[in-house]
Each structure stands twice: as C-alpha cells, then as structure tokens.
C-alpha cells in the first residue's frame, strides 16, 4: 500500500507550551503570596480581593488548571497525531479549545478574588464558568476522537488509553459535581447538602487529582520519557495492568478525605479498602517509567531532562505511597487538618506534575524550534534549585504537621488541654511557614532560570509550524492475527476503549454515591436542626465569599481532644440544610462548628475588624469592608426560593415576608452590640451583622436537642 504524506501542526503544540509556563509562574506567585501572608498578616493589605481566603482558592485552580493542564493539552497536541500518524482532526476546534480554556483561566483570575465563588474544592468557579468548562473540554474530546477515528496507526498506544480514560472520566467528575441551582448570574446553590454534597465533593476532588493531575501525565510519561531516553517501554505487559486497575480503583478512593466526619462508617471503610489497594497500580507504573531508563543512567548525569524525569517519578511513587497511608484511620487522625496534607499535595504538584512538565518543555522546545537548548548548564542550575525548593516547601510542613497534631492532642493529668487555646498550635509553627516560603521561592527562582532558556531557545532557532511525515494506512482487519496479546483487540477499538473505560470508573461512583442519596437511615433527621433564618443564609454567604472555609473546618471529630476543644462531635442530621457543606479540609484556625454562642457579639465584631483586638498575634487578615459595606439583599428572595426548592422547609409566607423577618434579626443584634460596645457607629444592613448572626448560629440546635433532652429527663 502506498505511503501518505501529512503534516503535523505545532502551532497548537507551541501556543499550550508558552500559556503553562507563562500561567505557571503567575499561579505560583500567587502561592508564595499566600504562604507569606500566613508568615505576614499585613500582606493581605486590608484589601478583599487580595486577602489569603479568596487567592488561595485563585492558587490552587491556577496550579491545576492553568499550569498543569495546558502542559497536558500542550502534550496531547504533540503527542497524539505522531502516536495515530494523522494530523489533528480540526485546526478549528483546536483553536476554539486554545482560546477557550484561556478565557476560562482569565475569568478565574478575575471572579475569584471577587469572591464569587461556589466554595468546593478545586471546584470553586461559579456555573457560567462551570458550563463553559464542559463545553471546552467537549470540545477537546470530540477533537481527540476524531483524530483517533482519522488514524493511520492500527493500535492505540498506552498514552492514548490514558488520554481516554481522563477525558471521560473528567467529563462525569465536573458535571456531577457541578449540579448547581443558579440565583443570579455568578451566585449558585449546590444541589447536594451537608454529607451528601461532601461525598460528591470529596470523590470529585480525589479523582481531580487522580484524573486530571496523574492520569493524562502519566499518558505524557508513557510517550516523552522513552523518547528522552531512546528506549522503548520497559513492559507492554505491565502498562495494561497499571491503566485498568488504576483508573478502576482510584474513584473509589475519595471517602478516605472524610474518615472520623459524619460520612457514614461504611463508605469512610470503602475508601480505606480501596486506597489501599491503590499501591500497587500506583507503583507498578512508577516502576514502568523508571525501568523505561535501564541503559540510559549514564545519561542522567548529564541530561537535565532525564533528571527531570526520575525526580518527577520518583515524587509521584512518595505521593502514591503516602496517600494510601494516609487513608488508614491512625495515621488519618494524626494528619488531617494539619499541614501534612499540603506536603503531601505539594509533593505531587511540584514534583510530579511540574518535573514532569520542566522536562517535557526542555525535550519539546528545541524540536519545536529546530534547535538545541540555549544552555545545558541553565537547565540544571533550574533542575537542583528546583529540587531545594520543594524539600524546603514539604519538610517544614511535614514537621509543623505533626506538631500540630501533638499539640492538638497532648493532655494535662488532670484530664484538662495543654494547649487549649489554638492560636497557641498556630504561633508555634510559624517558623515552619518561614521556610515554606523560601521552598517556594527558591522553586518560583528556577521557573524564571527556565523562562530565560526557553527565551533564549527559541530566539536562536526557528519555528516548525507544520511537520512533514508519512505512513502506510493500517485497512481495515477485523480477525484477531494468531500469537496476538488479547488487549490488542481493545487498542483497536477506540469507541469500545472509550466505553469500557467509563463503565469502569463509573461504577465506583455509582456504588459509593447512590446509596448515600436514597438510602434515608444513612442521614438521621435531628429534630432541633431547624433551617437557617434569612439574615443567617445572608451572613453564610459572605462567609463563603470570603474563603473562610480555607482556614476554618466546621467538623467536630470523635476525639477526646476535639470534644474537648470545640464541643459536642458533629451528627450527620445537623448539615441537612447545608447547600454547599463547608467541612473544610484545613485549620489554620480553630473549628468553628460549636462557635455559636460561645462568644459574645462584640467579640466577633472586634475579632472581625482586627483579629489581634481578641487574639494576640493572630495571623488572620482584617475585614475592614465588611463595616463598610451594606448588605446587598437584591436576590435574597431568590435565594429563599432556590433554597425551597431543593427541599429546605422555608414557609412561602416567610419568603414572601422576608424583610420582616430580616429587619427583625438585624435589629436585635445590632441593639445587643451597642449594649457591648459603647458609642459605637453601625447600620443594621452592614454585612457584619449578618456575618456575626451566621456564626453565632452555628451548632446551636444541637445545644437545642441537649436542652430538650434535658428537661424531658
């Protein structure tokens, strides 16, 4: 059969290429501002689009999204037509996909300082954003298939059975847990509350991870690390294995974010047995990769981008390892709401996936501009600086980790806290923040090391826009040859690969989720819980719009020591109403699940306007505009409604009379603090009335039952 002559276009390769490098260091920036925030506090500049609640969510979506995932789409352009031998399918689509996710990006760095967030991790943009990720990553889809569809390459290699199972398996993740009622253009209710909306969260933000972090990055090792190294797979065998058991056990993982919580036992047990398990696809293909260099070690020493590549490797094998650990139950009630989850996350961010990212752009960008790497010698300058900067970000947070789980726990022998008061567990680990931030600095430095090579590159060579190749189509067969391995059958069948992979993801999903919505004995009703009162739901907004939820957990675990702190355990029955849950994932400050009533009024006015006033050396930001600014109340009917109709028992008369009921509330709480505070200037309609009513509010229908229970007894 007679050979085809084609061309490759690089145009899409190279546009990905400079958006992850150029996104990369500004999402990264953002991180070090963070992290010298908590070391700072006046950093946050008495400013609310630049305080540490609402950038860190801006960190961690520009990380993921705009660093990480344009170096996947970057290598998917590159790698898929010479894997299928057939051009991208569509110059249009991979335009409109370009552009597209750009824009989503760019309204991420504008919305979220804004505070318009849905508050779910890693999931924090609101629905028109939600909609227009969809829709791109449709788009990306129906490019990559096809281009399989158009392929002159009978077989599928292993990178693209990857490339499938991510874009299915993202697609169901984000529609799922983007089911959101909207209330006005940027504001959405979740249509999941309390331990169900946690469940969905937490198997959608463990498999974002699994998903979009690992899955299409290791479909990127399988292609550059070989050719880096001029050796083929070190097993064909072993790749099947790690794809099928991998992208089957890792959706089953996500409860193990939520062990000791109200999540019920069965499903916490789940994510335990199948994390576990985890260990072994993990390894195999942290294995594959690095037997992939055999024969080529001495290269190492000399080539940057294979050390790249063994560190990225070598970090994804710690994560994969650590991250089971972490599901069992003793090592989870160390770790937890400490600073060893950051490490542990940072340890695959910056090693896994931005390694594996540096050594792509240097292998990449020469071939690109038909040249070779401006300096060898910047590149590994970048490769050692790069290194000290992630052990200076992980250790100190692996030490202030453990230190806080210590002091949290350690007990007088009278039975009384030794550290009672948090802020005690906070100022403590300060020093560990120091040297976190001088991780990320040094980490950012050899990213700018990197932006001079790559400048400097592609000024001395030229750029291949289009690609000059050719094959031999492959026909049609349909009769399996003899002494064939019986997954070829599979790589020839792209829709079935397809299918196969989100059947098998699905299930776990299905298996986990289902029950917890229909089965009604896994959320017991508590009668005391009532739903919150408008200017209560009004003040929970702010709350999240503010990223308190960042800082602050709102669940009592079962630990002698956290009843002790805080109160009462959380029951499942008390977040019915919660539409999103705010659990949280991190206390940098005290839980605030038991708060209400424990303070009065005026303490958290004060604590509000400058922390330091209730807590001497807080390191929580100053909220001056939440004096400043009044209440908006122009959808608040709406809310009530949205609220209704995801079966919160608001009365249509209290909807209808809302303002009364509004004005009511606002008046006593700001008689009560003119009562604390002498000569004090305030409106009722200024948002810390509304802040101070939702946290004065919360966990106290438990303390209603115990009252109740009491006087029947």
Not at 105 to 119: K, Q, W, Y
Not at 173 to 194: C, D, Q, R, T, W
Not at 400 to 423: C, H, I, R
Request: with cysteine.
């Amino acid at each position: 059969m007679q050979r085809e002559t084609f061309y490759y276009n690089n145009q899409w390769t190279r546009n990905f290429l400079i958006a992850t490098i150029a996104w990369g260091v500004i999402a990264l920036l953002v991180g070090l501002t963070i992290a010298l925030q908590l070391v700072f506090p006046d950093l946050n500049l008495d400013t609310s689009w630049f305080t540490f609640g609402r950038l860190r969510a801006l960190h961690t979506n520009g990380a993921i999204f705009a660093f990480v995932g344009n170096s996947i789409f970057a290598g998917v352009y590159y790698s898929l037509p010479r894997l299928l031998k057939t051009p991208m399918a569509s110059n249009l689509l991979s335009k409109i996909h370009f552009w597209g996710w750009q824009l989503i990006i760019l309204a991420a760095v504008i919305s979220l300082p804004l505070g318009l967030t849905s508050s779910k991790e890693y999931a924090e943009l609101e629905w028109p954003i939600d909609i227009a990720i969809a829709l791109i990553w449709v788009t990306f889809g129906v490019n990559m298939f096809w281009t399989i569809i158009k392929r002159r390459e009978r077989h599928l290699y292993v990178a693209i059975w990857f490339y499938i199972a991510t874009f299915v398996t993202v697609a169901m993740l984000h529609i799922v847990n983007s089911i959101e009622i909207p209330v006005s253009f940027m504001k959405s209710y979740s249509a999941f509350a309390g331990v169900q909306d946690a469940l969905v969260q937490w198997w959608y933000g463990h498999n974002a991870v699994a998903f979009f972090l690992t899955t299409p990055v290791l479909g990127m090792m399988y292609y550059f690390v070989p050719k880096a190294a001029n050796r083929p797979v070190y097993s064909y065998r072993l790749s099947i294995v790690h794809f099928w058991a991998l992208i089957f056990l890792y959706i089953w993982a996500g409860p193990h974010h939520l062990l000791y919580t109200a999540l019920p036992d069965w499903a916490q047990s789940l994510g335990t047995v199948f994390s576990i398990m985890l260990i072994f696809p993990s390894w195999g293909g942290m294995i594959n990769g690095l037997l992939t260099l055999r024969g080529a070690w001495d290269k190492v020493r000399d080539s940057a981008v294979l050390k790249f590549f063994v560190v990225a490797l070598t970090c994804y094998g710690m994560a994969t390892l650590e991250g089971p650990l972490l599901s069992l139950r003793n090592i989870n009630a160390i770790a937890h709401y400490t600073d060893w989850i950051p490490a542990h996350v940072h340890i695959g961010t910056l090693g896994w996936n931005g390694f594996m990212i540096f050594g792509v752009v240097y292998w990449l960008l020469p071939k690109l501009y038909q040249t070779s790497l401006y300096s060898e010698k910047l590149a590994n300058t970048h490769f050692w600086i790069g290194t000290l900067g992630i052990i200076f970000w992980a250790l100190p947070m692996y030490v202030a980790g453990f230190t806080q789980s210590l002091m949290w726990k350690e007990f007088n022998p009278d039975g009384t806290l030794v550290y009672f008061n948090f802020l005690e567990t906070v100022t403590r680990i300060i020093p560990m923040y120091k040297l976190r931030a001088l991780g990320g600095g040094l980490y950012i430095i050899g990213m700018l090391i990197m932006v001079v090579n790559v400048m400097r590159t592609a000024g001395s060579g030229k750029f291949l826009r289009t690609e000059e190749d050719s094959a031999v189509p492959f026909g049609k067969v349909f009769e399996k040859p003899r002494g064939e391995h019986w997954h070829r059958w599979i790589e020839r069948r792209p829709i079935q690969l397809m299918v196969w992979s989100l059947v098998v993801v699905a299930i776990g999903g299905i298996l986990e989720i289902v029950p917890t919505m229909m089965v009604k004995s896994n959320i017991p009703t508590i009668e005391s819980v009532k739903p919150y009162t408008v200017l209560e739901l009004e003040g929970r907004d702010i709350y999240i719009r503010e990223g308190c939820n960042a800082c602050h957990s709102q669940m009592v675990r079962p630990f002698r020591s956290e009843v002790a702190r805080y109160g009462e355990y959380s029951k499942a029955g008390e977040f019915v109403y919660d539409h999103p849950f705010l659990w949280g994932s991190k206390r940098t400050g005290p839980d605030l699940h038991r708060v209400g009533g424990k303070y009065q009024h005026q303490w958290h006015y004060k604590h509000m306007l400058n922390p330091i006033n209730t807590s001497d050396k807080s390191i929580m930001p100053r909220y001056p505009w939440l004096f400043e600014n009044t209440l908006d109340t122009q959808y608040t009917q709406k809310k009530l409604e949205v609220m209704a109709g995801l079966g919160v028992p608001y009365e249509q008369d209290y909807i209808d009379n809302y303002e009364f009921y509004l004005t009511q509330q606002q008046e006593a709480i700001t008689n009560e603090l003119r009562e604390q505070i002498e000569d004090l200037e305030i409106k009722r309609d200024d948002e810390i009335v509304a802040l101070i009513a939702y946290l004065q509010r919360l966990g106290v229908d438990i303390k209603a039952q115990e009252t109740k229970l009491a006087e029947e007894d």
